[in-house]
T-cell receptor, first 111, second 113 residues
Framework: SQKIEQNSEALNIQEGKTATLTCNYTNYSPAYLQWYRQDPGRGPVFLLLIRENEKEKRKERLKVTFDTTLKQSLFHITASQPADSATYLCVAYSSASKIIFGSGTRLSIRP | DTAVSQTPKYLVTQMGNDKSIKCEQNLGHDTMYWYKQDSKKFLKIMFS???????INETVPNRFSPKSPDKAHLNLHINSLELGDSAVYFC????????????FGPGTRLTVL
């Protein structure tokens, strides 16, 4: 079956370090991937989009990569801050309008 | 200046009842969505409408019926509520279908007793 897996349910890192979150997909060929941030009790908020023909996208301290050979996307937050603590969701979209969300990775940045 | 709003925010009801959740977006978007987020935090798409026309209808019990009176509104009606319907329901909108960011509402927490 088609699956999006975010490998870590929770990730705990020291402030100032780079957080790296992983999203793997199986039996699926997404045309593009999006990453969202979700805070407790709130709806997800869009962060970045990357297409299958793009290797990397950046936005301020955020970077996302898309490796169609490894069937994987990596999401990086550099110089992490406690305010970056949240759940991050990977979302895959196929050309047939199929939308699949990953289960999310809960990121905690400790001061 | 709420972009995507949902009412109510909380809904507690008895099994077997019929309830509705309303969603409105003031972004001028063409596409709207309903998602269900269960206790394990998985977000699953239920429906998507583009310009009042149903374009995505995932495997959802037919007790769930979306209604789009105009492209700014997408309401969700649920008949004969069951315990397993308890979840947070999110409405979202995007400019159009395809590779567009989605703007999510604050969610409606439904508890079926």
């Amino acid at each position: 079956s088609q699956k999006i897996e975010q490998n870590s349910e929770a990730l705990n890192i020291q402030e100032g370090k780079t957080a790296t979150l992983t999203c793997n997909y199986t039996n699926y060929s997404p045309a593009y991937l999006q990453w969202y941030r979700q805070d407790p009790g709130r709806g997800p908020v869009f962060l970045l989009l990357i297409r299958e023909n793009e290797k990397e996208k950046r936005k301020e301290r955020l970077k996302v990569t898309f490796d169609t050979t490894l069937k994987q996307s990596l999401f990086h937050i550099t110089a992490s801050q406690p305010a970056d603590s949240a759940t991050y969701l990977c979302v895959a979209y196929s050309s047939a309008s199929k939308i699949i969300f990953g289960s999310g990775t809960r990121l905690s940045i400790r001061p | 200046d709420t972009a995507v709003s949902q009412t109510p925010k909380y809904l507690v009801t008895q099994m077997g009842n019929d309830k509705s959740i309303k969603c409105e977006q003031n972004l001028g978007h063409d596409t709207m969505y309903w998602y269900k987020q269960d206790s394990k935090k998985f977000l699953k798409i239920m429906f998507s409408y583009n310009n009042k026309e149903l374009i995505i209808n995932e495997t959802v019990p037919n007790r769930f019926s979306p209604k789009s009176p105009d492209k700014a509104h997408l309401n969700l009606h649920i008949n004969s509520l069951e315990l397993g319907d308890s979840a947070v329901y999110f409405c979202a909108s995007s400019q159009r279908t395809g590779n567009n960011e989605q703007f999510f509402g604050p969610g409606t927490r439904l508890t079926v007793l």
